[in-house]
């Protein structure tokens, strides 16, 4: 069964330093999407992404923040400059179409000491 | 605002046991609803969804959800619990604007022989 793969599965930074987490959607997928969820707490919507460009993010999503998909695979996020509060499990969703099933990886947790 | 509401942080029942799972959700016209779960250090897996039709939708693991449009609900039940069925159970709905979930802060089930 496709899957939606992220790496690392466990990243320490420190406060400050940037970070990249990795995503390989599904390969017939379009539109694809980034969830955080703090630990105790519901998973937030951060983005999403189609047709090579941001067609919606949330407040959450400030200018600390980017993704990019720089080939035909992979869907990164990058936070430029971490701060303590952005340690959290970062999910990447992919679906083939809207509103249909979404699929998640098996997410990042991202530790800022 | 839209919202979703799960009402009970956590529930306790024993294996064998039926299960209801409450799920309400705050929005002008009727979304489409999902039911997710979250295994420990897992991602996000879907049991079943709503998008129009059958109100009663079977999903995965024995799972089946109600949509009552009167009471803007939808709420997932079980027969008879597995101790494997512990796990972070989330709702979510999807407001046809581009696949933003929103997810509500989810219930903790825990099975007890």
């Known amino acids: 069964e496709p899957e939606v793969t992220q790496t690392p599965s466990h990243q320490v930074t420190q406060m400050g330093q940037e970070v990249i987490l990795r995503c390989v959607p599904i390969s017939n997928h379009l539109y694809f999407y980034w969830y955080r969820q703090i630990l105790g707490q519901k998973v937030e919507f951060l983005v999403s992404f189609y047709n090579n460009e941001i067609s919606e993010k949330s407040e959450i999503f400030d200018d600390q923040f980017s993704v990019e998909r720089p080939d035909g695979s992979n869907f990164t996020l990058k936070i430029r400059s971490t701060k303590l509060e952005d340690s959290a499990m970062y999910f990447c969703a992919s679906t083939a179409g809207l509103n249909t099933e979404a699929f998640f990886g098996q997410g990042t947790r991202l530790t800022v000491v | 605002a839209q919202s979703v509401t799960q009402p009970d942080i956590h529930i306790t029942v024993s294996e064998g046991a039926s299960l209801e799972l409450r799920c309400n959700y705050s929005?002008?016209?009727?979304?489409?609803l999902f039911w997710y779960v979250q295994s420990p250090g897992q991602g996000l897996q879907l049991l079943l969804k709503y998008f129009s039709g059958d109100t009663l939708v079977q999903g995965i693991k024995g799972f089946e959800a109600e949509f009552k449009r009167s009471q803007s609900s939808f709420n997932l039940r079980k027969p008879s619990v597995h101790w494997s069925d512990a796990a972070e159970y989330f709702c979510a709905v999807d407001l046809n604007t581009g696949n933003q979930f929103y997810f509500g802060t989810g219930t903790s089930l825990t099975v007890i022989p």
């Open positions: 929005y002008g016209a009727t979304p489409y």
